[in-house]
Structures are given as C-alpha cells and as structure tokens.
C-alpha cells in the first residue's frame, strides 16, 4: 500500500525538511501552504500541492476533500504550521494574542480533527506529529504566548491519543529549543543573540530542522508503532538539566 504523508507549513524550514525526510523514506507527500508561490518555490512541480489556510475548520477541510479528490488518503500528519510571538504579557496585544493561538493551537486542532475523520472514515490507522516548544515545559521570558499556544498543543495530543488509541491511531508531539529556520531569522541574526541563544543549552549550539524531521520521521514511521500520546524534547537538555552556575 502506498504511504501517504500529510504535511502542513510545508513551505517553511521544518515542512521542507520533513519533507524531505519523508520522501526519501518512499512516501508520497501531500504538501500544504496558505502560499502558493512558496509552495512552488519549495517544490516546483513535486508532490500533491494545496493552498489552504488549516487554522480554520473549513480550510482544514478542504485540504481533506482536496486530497480525496485527487484519490489519495494521508495516514500520516506531520503539523509544521505556526509561528513565534514573543513579547512581555503585559505589552502583547489582544491581536498578536490570537494570531498566536489560531497559527499554533487552534491550526493543530482543526488539522488533527480532520485528518483523523479521514481516517476514521476509512477505518484506517495511522499516525501524527504536532510541533510544541521548550517553552510550554519551562518558564521562558517574553514567551507566555507561544508558551499557552504550545502547551495546548501537548494537552490536545495526549487526549486525542487516548480517544483514538483503540483505532490504531497515535499522536505525538516534538518540542524543539532554539532551530534555524526562516521563523528564527529575526531571533537568530545577529552574532551575539546566535551566540548567547546558544549559551543557554547545556548541550550547546543551535538546533537545525532535519535533526528534529529525522525524529518525526521515525515517530510517523511503523518503526514507532508501540508510541504514543509522548511529548518528545530536542532541546539540548534545556527542560532536563539543571546548568552549572559558574
């Protein structure tokens, strides 16, 4: 049976990444963006294209009737869509709030709830990946919103594993430090905020987005069947470790 992979945010760092992870792997992708021109820049005429916007219930949808349409049905989600708002809780506006929210939870939400109709539809199992943060486990500053946005993202995980565990059907969730990507272009370009981003990891140093595709790959793979409803930390020690102080 052909191997159908899901994947939104595909037109960012980790979407391209696991994508490329994925297809190496042998899988056919379904790839998704709110940008077409992105999409196409990142894949030129590869893969089943959908521009949709899944931080809603009917884009979310569509990508599910799109895919049906073009007769293929994903059995597995890798969810790379979100963004990062940071700033003091006192000085966020109510609009950055909720642009938070509906780019990281409320996209997870929607995008899990209709992958796994599709499966269920089906009567098929399969197997998905949300993106969570090191700041939904440990208190980072300026970073209350994404850290709410994320840490809902956990709890969402860990109840639709146990709702849909008897289905053959496993969730996980990554929780990636600090990585290089276009989302961390404005965090990461200046040497000395590079440098002491990379201080603060006991193991330090930045991130990069195929170490964490790797992961997920292997978390949507059958290698990982007996995993489920865990929230899996790649962040160099930083929710493990108590650092040394000097």
Request: aromatic share 4%; proline share 4%; net charge neutral.
């Amino acid at each position: 049976m052909n191997q159908v992979a899901l994947i939104t945010g595909a037109a960012g760092g980790l979407g391209r990444s696991i994508a490329h992870k994925l297809a190496e792997d042998g899988w056919s992708l379904i790839v998704v963006s709110r940008d077409k021109d992105r999409l196409q820049q990142a894949y030129g005429n590869q893969h089943l294209q959908i521009v949709a916007d899944c931080s809603t219930a009917a884009g979310a949808r569509q990508i599910m009737a799109e895919a049906k349409a073009a007769g293929v049905q994903p059995t597995a989600l890798a969810h790379c869509a979100g963004n990062i708002r940071l700033g003091a809780l006192h000085r966020m506006s109510d609009e950055d709030f909720r642009a938070c929210l509906e780019a990281n939870l409320v996209s997870a939400f929607h995008t899990l709830a209709a992958f796994i109709g599709g499966l269920r539809e089906s009567n098929l199992p399969g197997a998905a990946v949300l993106v969570s943060s090191v700041a939904a486990q440990m208190g980072t500053p300026n970073h209350e919103a994404v850290a709410a946005a994320k840490a809902g993202v956990e709890g969402l995980a860990r109840g639709a594993a146990a709702t849909y565990a008897p289905y053959g059907i496993r969730v996980n969730v990554v929780a990636p430090g600090i990585m290089d990507s276009p989302a961390t272009e404005k965090i990461l370009g200046a040497t000395a905020a590079r440098e002491a981003a990379a201080r603060q990891y006991p193991l330090p140093g930045v991130g990069s987005t195929d170490e964490l595709a790797d992961l997920m790959g292997w978390l949507l793979s059958e290698r990982s069947k007996r995993v489920t409803a865990q929230v899996w930390s790649v962040d160099g020690g930083f929710t493990g470790v108590r650092p040394l102080v000097k």
